[in-house]
């Protein structure tokens, strides 16, 4: 029998908090796309003077692996599992139920932001478990809400003008000295450096400490100010990409200031072309260390 795709939920726990107490009504995201990946740490089994053994074949050195994946659109409302996108919670885990499967001790590894017009802003976020679910088999579940909340539909309403668009969007930037007025498209990435920590009598990692933080935004548009040269460019001014919904005029507390470079930043990157029939196309790439 398949599990179809409207019984495999997807929730985003309280940051610091265990599987135990994810809220179906909070951690809801309206995901688009969830996947997992197991690996175990292994190596072949050989020894000198002895041949394979056929059931003891590998040995394992390390700590199973469970890489997790989720695509998500942005609907206000629906956001409060995003927390740990905000920067006093960068450092910290949060738990994941997937359908019925529960991930505890979740760190992000990257986020990327994609913005195009008429089309709805696209979040992904990548994550290493540390207490992945094993041992079950995949299995669904519907939303039931706890405690249960009488009138409630199986589940969360979507509603289309609560979602973030890119025509809904805004670029601030005040006088920028790199950017054209025109901007096509915005691509954001946010990677997270971390290194396990192990301890004695226990083949896990109890936690994930951060290494560091470093993001960068793509635009495209229709020029650049000024070429960059060996070091690149300064940027002058700050510049926010405001995500909202349709009518543009709230910002979505959540991610509020997941998009944001303030001046000295860098403008590291720089490309454009040009084609019959067609205005001119550049892209510009900006970067920051913030830890």
Do not use: W
Not at 62 to 85: E, N, P, R
Request: proline letters at 5%.
């Amino acid at each position: 029998m398949s599990l179809p795709y409207s019984e495999f939920p997807v929730y985003i726990g309280q940051v610091g908090v265990g599987t135990t107490l994810i809220s179906e009504m909070k951690g809801y995201i309206p995901a688009t796309q969830a996947s997992v990946n197991y690996n175990t740490n292994h190596s072949p089994k050989r020894k000198q003077g002895k041949t394979i053994v056929h059931d003891d074949q590998f040995v394992f050195n390390g700590a199973l692996t469970a890489d997790i994946s989720v695509d998500c659109i942005l609907h206000t409302g629906m956001l409060s599992g995003l927390k740990f996108l905000e920067d006093a919670n960068q450092d910290n885990f949060v738990s994941i139920q997937l359908g019925s499967g529960f991930y505890g001790k979740c760190y992000a590894t990257d986020v990327s932001v994609d913005v195009s017009p008429f089309a709805p802003v696209t979040l992904k976020a990548n994550f290493v478990s540390l207490e992945p679910a094993v041992g079950g088999t995949i299995s669904g579940r519907v939303f039931r809400p706890n405690p249960p909340i009488p009138l409630l539909p199986s589940a969360p309403h979507l509603d289309s003008d609560a979602v973030a668009y890119g025509h809904t969007c805004s670029v601030v930037c005040g006088d920028a000295n790199i950017l054209n007025k025109t901007q096509s498209q915005i691509s954001f990435k946010r990677n997270y450096s971390r290194t396990p920590v192990y301890g004695i009598g226990s083949i896990n990692a109890s936690e994930m400490l951060l290494d560091g933080v470093e993001e960068e935004i793509s635009i495209n548009s229709t020029g650049l100010q000024n070429l960059i040269d060996f070091s690149g460019d300064v940027l002058k001014n700050n510049l926010i990409v405001n995500l909202c919904g349709i009518g543009g005029t709230t910002v979505m507390s959540e991610t509020a200031d997941l998009i944001n470079f303030p001046h000295g930043s860098r403008l590291l990157a720089e490309s454009f072309s040009t084609q019959g029939g067609e205005t001119l196309a550049t892209s510009a790439t900006i970067k920051q260390v913030k830890l």
